[in-house]
């Protein structure tokens, strides 16, 4: 892992110190969910509520928009589907702002600008960043965009977008024990109650060092501890569905806030489509018996790995998403699952083998041609991406959707 820079490393210390703060108000011990609460959202001081560069080359991670415009261009196309000369955009989550201005500038060259687009950030330094970005478009799409510091209270007629969203929701962790569902989460070591008094687990850093050898602070490392009712019947909920039973020792995420935000973002649209990009899996194969270890994954400059304790407070922490949970919140909330599909079919679906073969310049076709490659080889996005449509009154078929329907997996 790359070393912490000084402003970095005093950073992190102090989310550390404000966790540590409610490890020991709470107990000794806090839930993952909390924890990752912490971590990312806390005002001020989260990952995602302080300033520091997060998506592209010089952050931690890169998404589909920050690959290529290909992608956000092929978005146009199922958005322009979806307006039908009229209604707005609302992109929840806008990254740098890459999307919303490739979007716009496509919608507009097709003559399908929506009549707004809003953007509702949770970070102030990413819309800081995106308002830089979208100041330099033409002032007849400029002024179409505008900042919500909540969902629109009156009901959108048109297309809401999350890329990447759900998987940076909290969740919990659970893990098989004897027959037992124990509930992980973090406490501090060498802080800990009599209850807790069992070997704390090893995590992706690798063992705890004996308290002695500790300096400073304690640190803040994976504890089990006895599940809510909430979570216990959850997990036995999902145990009772899944085809084959999960061996001891299995250790997953389940994220309870699925429903209610599927709820809460289904409740804003009066006509049109939810669209939802992001890495996961149907349920069946989410809770894979040989999947032991979950997917959680902490994203630090470019770097992958699975130690949350990490870097506290200056690195993503994220989990796959479960269509099948994000499904059927969406039929409780009166909304129909349109479509389910790999990013590389809705890509394809939308053109995107198109935009790159009409290019006569061979420098810039050999420039798309890798940047289309890395959006639909099963090995780079392609197949771990996922791109699911929920919509509300709406007839024809999504066009994203044509070459592939897997919502018979969920």
């Known amino acids: 892992m790359p070393p912490l820079a000084p402003e970095e490393e005093a950073h992190s210390g102090a989310v550390a110190a404000l966790i540590r703060e409610r490890i020991r108000a709470a107990g000794g011990w806090l839930s993952f969910e909390q924890f990752m609460e912490l971590a990312l959202y806390a005002p001020g001081l989260g990952y995602y509520s302080a300033g520091s560069v997060k998506i592209g080359p010089g952050g931690d991670f890169v998404t589909a928009p920050e690959v290529s415009d290909l992608f956000s261009r092929c978005v146009a196309r199922q958005c322009a589907q979806v307006l039908a000369g009229s209604g707005e955009i609302l992109e929840l989550g806008a990254g740098t702002g890459r999307m919303a201005a490739t979007l716009l500038e496509t919608l507009a060259a097709d003559g399908a600008l929506p009549e707004r687009y809003a953007i509702l950030e949770v970070s102030a330094d990413l819309a800081e960043r995106q308002r830089a970005r979208l100041a330099r478009l033409a002032p007849e799409l400029r002024r179409r965009v505008v900042w919500l510091d909540r969902l629109p209270g009156q009901p959108v007629r048109g297309v809401i ?183 590389t079919a809705f890509l394809l679906a939308l053109g995107i083998e198109q935009d790159v073969a009409e290019l006569s310049n061979p420098l810039e076709h050999a420039r798309l041609a890798g940047e289309a490659r890395r959006l639909l080889l099963p090995g780079e996005m392609g197949e771990a991406f996922k791109v699911m449509a929920l919509t509300r009154g709406l007839e024809d078929r999504l066009q994203g959707f044509s070459l592939q329907d897997l919502r018979g997996s969920l």
């Open 161 to 343: 977008l999350a890329n990447e969203v759900l998987d940076a929701l909290p969740c919990r962790r659970f893990l098989l024990s004897a027959g037992e569902v124990r509930e992980l989460g973090v406490a501090l070591h060498g802080e800990l109650r009599p209850q807790d008094a069992a070997k704390p687990r090893a995590s992706g850093s690798g063992a705890v060092p004996p308290v002695e050898s500790l300096p400073g602070a304690p640190l803040i490392i994976e504890r089990e501890a006895e599940p809510d009712e909430a979570l216990r019947g959850a997990v036995a909920a999902l145990l009772k569905v899944l085809p084959e039973p999960l061996p001891d020792g299995y250790c997953s995420e389940l994220c309870l806030r699925v429903s209610p935000w599927i709820g809460g973002v289904g409740a804003c649209l009066d006509r049109g489509a939810i669209l939802l990009f992001d890495y996961g899996l149907p349920r069946s194969h989410y809770y894979h018996p040989q999947r032991t270890s979950g997917t959680l994954r902490c994203h630090f400059k470019q770097r992958v790995h699975d130690d949350p304790t990490l870097n506290i407070g200056v690195q993503d922490i994220t989990a796959w998403v479960d269509f099948t949970r994000v499904a059927e919140a969406a039929l409780d909330g009166g909304l129909e699952v349109s479509g389910f599909a790999t990013q």
